[in-house]
């Protein structure tokens, strides 16, 4: 299993990834974080809960990692959560995401 710690910050997808990889993964997990819930046409359910924005981060941190744990069950099972962690930065929420991905 190979363990890395991704983010929602600066995130590009790069098509040219190939995406059974482990970085193709990850590269799915990035793109988990980095979408609200509602804006991908056929697949409404895919991304991070916009209602999560307005609460205090005393509370957002347990619902987020469950929030985050459903996303990659769901979407990339491959990927299992380590840990979760937020921070605020220049207004925005980054959340560092510890995932571990299964070789195959």
Known sequence: MVVETISNSNFK?????DPNSVEGILQQCRLILS????????ERDLGMDPKAVDKP???????????IQQ?????????TVIDV?????????EIKV???VKNE
């Open 98 to 100: 510890t995932v571990g």
């Open 35 to 42: 979408t609200t819930r509602g804006t991908v046409p056929l």
């Open 71 to 79: 996303q990659f069950k769901k979407f990339v099972p491959r990927a």
């Open 85 to 93: 962690d937020t921070a605020q930065k220049d207004g925005q929420i």
């Open 13 to 17: 997808y790069d098509y040219s990834i």
């Open 57 to 67: 981060s005393n509370i957002l941190a347990p619902g987020l990692k469950v929030d």
